[in-house]
């Protein structure tokens, strides 16, 4: 049934519906199917605000980085010195203040490179960062969420293909952090266990909506996906942030990532374009064992390079909905090379 008739499937993180029609994929479909073209990679760009040596706004410059380079967003959406302030009017117009701090995480030097393209060791390198950056935001008393992400492509809003990513924490925890938590504690208080390791288990027993693993991590499409190639990477073992990978996990974070990214550049032989963030316990002093540390992906490519699925209409009014289903979707991806085709011409 889950492969012929329209159904909903529950997230459970968000405790939100996704409505699933699979039928629908019998449906002519007349938009033209292309590659994109492939720019001409440089390993250096003097225009490029993010490349080593070169100045950013405000006439601040880079340093000649060798590896990772992390610096305070020059157009911060957050700022750590702001004046408090709460607004209400009657319970219907409410404001208030928000403190925060923005940084950008600078992957490599190499202008050309993207996560697929760099090896285990440099992407390594990077989760190292994100660990380093994870503790220091999050030590300070008033920041309560770290929340690393990356914008990869134009068609996510990428301003430039220089491999980084941002990292924005907040005094306040985020809408999507707020759902998780609270799914991960109500599940522990009936269940006694937590959310995404039994979920987990239902994915390894059922393998389905596998993409690739390693000893450590898990690449998949979730059952209640609403994006045609979304993804999640999970751990297999509990823990609820960087601080508490193990150094074997660190290596293996690197090896699903670079792996699974690598398939998304191969399904249609384009730089793949996605949001993707890292969701992990807040830094609000608590423990939180009950929070399991996970990667979310979210592409917007539905049938080329060039051809992407749009939120319109119901899905604006009501809620989200897919035609090609998360099974087909992972079938798709499980089948690809893991060498990238750029390495084969």
């Not at 033209?32 to 225009?47: F, G, L, R, S, W």
């Amino acid at each position: 049934m889950l492969t012929e008739q329209p159904h909903r499937r529950l997230n459970p993180l968000t405790r939100e519906w996704v409505l699933v029609s699979p039928h629908r994929t019998q449906r002519p479909w007349q938009g033209q199917i292309e590659k994109a073209v492939q720019p001409v990679p440089v390993t250096y760009d003097p225009n490029c605000y993010l490349c080593p040596g070169n100045p950013r706004a405000g006439g601040v410059r880079n340093p000649n980085y060798a590896s990772t380079f992390v610096f305070d967003n020059d157009f911060a959406a957050l700022k750590p010195d702001v004046k408090e302030f709460d607004h209400n009017v009657d319970n219907l117009l409410v404001a208030k203040s928000e403190r925060g701090i923005c940084r950008v995480v600078c992957f490599h030097p190499d202008h050309s490179l993207t996560v697929a393209r760099m090896t285990v060791e440099q992407i390594e390198a990077v989760i190292v960062t994100w660990t380093e950056q994870y503790l220091d935001l999050g030590s300070k008393d008033w920041i309560n969420s770290v929340q690393i992400f990356e914008n990869r492509g134009e068609m996510m809003g990428a301003s430039n293909p220089h491999p980084h990513c941002q990292i924005w924490s907040n005094q306040t925890l985020p809408n999507e952090h707020e759902k998780e938590l609270a799914s991960f504690r109500d599940y522990r208080a009936h269940h006694a266990r937590c959310l995404l390791c039994e979920y987990l288990k239902c994915e390894q027993a059922d393998t389905t909506r596998l993409i690739c693993e390693n000893d450590s991590f898990v690449a998949l499409v979730p059952f209640w996906a609403v994006w045609p190639f979304e993804a999640m990477i999970l751990p297999k073992r509990h823990f609820g942030s960087f601080d508490q990978m193990e150094p074997a996990e660190r290596t293996g974070l690197a090896d699903i990532m670079k792996r699974f990214t690598t398939r998304y550049d191969n399904l249609f032989e384009t730089s793949f374009p996605y949001t993707m963030g890292f969701h992990q316990r807040p830094t609000d002093g608590q423990a939180h064992d009950e929070f399991h540390f996970h990667a979310h992906y979210y592409p917007p490519l539905l049938r080329s390079a060039t051809v992407k699925k749009f939120m319109v209409g119901y899905e604006m009014l009501a809620g989200p909905q897919r035609d090609i289903t998360p099974e087909s979707a992972a079938e798709r991806l499980r089948s690809l090379s893991e060498r990238h085709f750029l390495e084969s011409e």
